[in-house]
């Protein structure tokens, strides 16, 4: 995964405390998200922000990219898709790591659609638990015919999660986002959650607010006035 041209935002105080990573959604990429670290650098001014282009592209949106590719047609490809595109991911959090001289706690994984699919399923795997997890419109991923046992098994983290959903997304639909609450909770992970009234695929402004509060909490920050 090529770093060079990855969209970034330096800490606001000049010296990186905190590193919070940006994963976009399907036929999207790192530009769609790194607005978000615009909205929250004011509540995280020692964070870097950092959204990856994935390296694939996307064939359903020749200017985007992919993850993975997703049909929805065949349930076995979610598993195929995350455990495929997950290697590249954790080398590339832990080079961007390395690149800020961080340690691993003070990572974040912030995901939207097919980018939570992949932050929910790095996240738990990761021989540090990063700070926070924050899964925007997306699916818990478990292995292909298995239940919660499976991520159970799988763990090598528990990190605080918050899982945001629209309960109009026409994507990703709501019965995903509470069988993913409730795979957690399976699994022994329980997590914070909030449901966007009348909200489709998108992140609207009250779950913007919710992500940064999370973040700021997970990482310690006093509460903004």
């Given at each position: 995964m090529a770093v060079a041209d990855i969209p970034r935002l330096a800490p606001l105080s000049g010296q990186a405390r905190q590193l919070v990573v940006l994963l976009h959604g399907l036929g999207a990429d790192g530009h769609d998200l790194i607005e978000l670290g615009h909205q929250w650098q004011p509540w995280l001014p020692d964070a870097a922000f950092i959204a990856p282009h994935t390296p694939d592209p996307c064939e359903g949106a020749p200017m985007g990219r992919q993850w993975f590719p997703l049909t929805l047609r065949d349930p076995a490809?979610?598993?195929?898709?995350?455990?495929?595109?997950?290697?590249?991911?954790?080398?590339?959090?832990?080079?961007?790591?390395?690149?800020?001289?961080?340690?691993?706690?003070?990572?974040?994984?912030?995901?939207?659609?097919?980018?939570?699919?992949?932050?929910?399923?790095?996240?738990?795997?990761?021989?540090?638990?990063?700070?926070?997890?924050?899964?925007?419109?997306?699916?818990?991923?478990?292995?292909?015919?298995?239940?919660?046992?499976?991520?159970?098994?799988?763990?090598?983290?528990?990190?605080?999660?918050?899982?945001?959903?629209g309960d109009q997304d026409d994507v990703v639909p709501v019965e995903m986002f509470f069988f993913s609450k409730e795979m957690l909770a399976a699994a022994e992970l329980p997590c914070q959650w909030h449901l966007s009234r009348g909200v489709s695929h998108t992140i609207d402004e009250e779950a913007l607010r919710h992500g940064g509060l999370f973040l700021i909490q997970a990482f310690g920050l006093p509460y903004p006035r």
């Amino acid at each position: 995964m090529a770093v060079a041209d990855i969209p970034r935002l330096a800490p606001l105080s000049g010296q990186a405390r905190q590193l919070v990573v940006l994963l976009h959604g399907l036929g999207a990429d790192g530009h769609d998200l790194i607005e978000l670290g615009h909205q929250w650098q004011p509540w995280l001014p020692d964070a870097a922000f950092i959204a990856p282009h994935t390296p694939d592209p996307c064939e359903g949106a020749p200017m985007g990219r992919q993850w993975f590719p997703l049909t929805l047609r065949d349930p076995a490809e979610f598993w195929r898709g995350v455990t495929y595109a997950g290697p590249g991911l954790e080398a590339l959090l832990d080079a961007e790591l390395a690149r800020y001289g961080l340690p691993a706690s003070k990572l974040a994984l912030v995901g939207f659609s097919q980018g939570a699919m992949m932050a929910l399923h790095v996240g738990f795997r990761r021989p540090t638990a990063p700070a926070a997890i924050v899964g925007y419109s997306g699916l818990l991923v478990l292995e292909s015919g298995k239940g919660p046992e499976s991520l159970k098994s799988a763990l090598r983290s528990k990190p605080p999660v918050l899982l945001i959903h629209g309960d109009q997304d026409d994507v990703v639909p709501v019965e995903m986002f509470f069988f993913s609450k409730e795979m957690l909770a399976a699994a022994e992970l329980p997590c914070q959650w909030h449901l966007s009234r009348g909200v489709s695929h998108t992140i609207d402004e009250e779950a913007l607010r919710h992500g940064g509060l999370f973040l700021i909490q997970a990482f310690g920050l006093p509460y903004p006035r």
